[in-house]
């Protein structure tokens, strides 16, 4: 539960950021009457949406296990990570939009100096937001920490992008940079946008987690262990449920083999982090009927 504080806190600190950063964008754009400033202001403010989504699946992912949820709800968090995709999705969509109109009707971008500081600071602080949040989300295995660091880092390919055009222009450059650039950072969001999807649908869907070499090799190091199969592992990183069938001398009695089993539990938890559940299920041993 620890673990879900600290996301929080992170979350919280960023929302701060990012509102801060909206704020000044938009009340500046406003004055300068800057019609792309205030829709980049616009645009941080929706950066703000992800870290509230953060927040409600963080809330939703705390709640300790219930009648209805017997398995916890860590889920929610790597659930809540698929709207911050979505967001990447409809990110590209815009600039691609832009890039297209932009195409049609080649003009010179007007930077002043002082939007250029604008978008300067708005890229160190987009910057440290990216290092900071992902460096903690993988700290933390937080799967929303992760997914929305990656969108603050499509964020700052798009500024870097501005930049590199400003710059291009500046120096000569034909103006139809402008929209290639906008293309090829599209491209990377999306793929950014996929990960994520990717990197949910693989908990969500209970991909294999852990190397079923790795799980047997501990379980046959196991004494009284004679073999095992049907194994089995599932879910976040930082709460894997294991399951297995092991096969013990058909002498053994339920408790001796009870506590085979319980050790196998142990030292499964004990060798492998993340591990929170182990369920084993013990057959006496039978030669001709190993199912490995
Ligand atoms: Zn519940
Ligand atoms: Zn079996």
Known sequence: MNSFKKVKQVLMLILILN??????????????KSASMVADG??????????IVGLVGIYLASK????????????????????????????????????????????????????????????????FVFTYEYRQGVKLKSDILVSDSLHTKSDIYVSVSVLITLIALKVGIPTYIDPIMSV????????????????????????????SKKIHDIAVSVKGVLSCHQIRSRGREDDIN?????????????????????????RL?????????????IEPYNKNEIEE
């Open 184 to 211: 090829v950072i599209s491209i990377f969001i999306i793929k950014a946008g996929i990960e994520i999807i990717k990197h949910s649908s693989d908990i969500l869907c209970d991909r294999v987690v852990v190397d």
């Open 19 to 32: 509102v801060m950063v909206a704020l000044a964008k938009l009340l500046y754009g406003m004055y300068i």
């Open 64 to 127: 300790p296990e219930d009648e209805e949820h017997p398995y916890g709800h860590k889920k929610f968090e790597t659930f809540s990570s698929i709207f911050i995709s979505i967001m990447l999705f409809v990110v590209s969509y815009n600039v691609l939009k832009e890039a297209y109109s932009r195409f049609l009707n080649l003009v010179v971008p007007k930077i002043t100096l002082d939007s250029f500081i604008i978008m300067i600071v708005t890229l160190l602080v987009n910057t």
């Open 269 to 281: 938890k004990k060798e492998i982090p993340g591990v929170t559940e182990v369920i084993v299920h």
């Open 42 to 51: 616009y645009h941080s403010l929706s950066d703000s949406s992800g870290n």
């Open 242 to 266: 294991i399951d297995l069938h092991i096969m013990v001398d058909p002498s053994e009695n339920i408790i001796d083999a009870h506590d085979i089993a319980s050790q196998l539990e142990e």
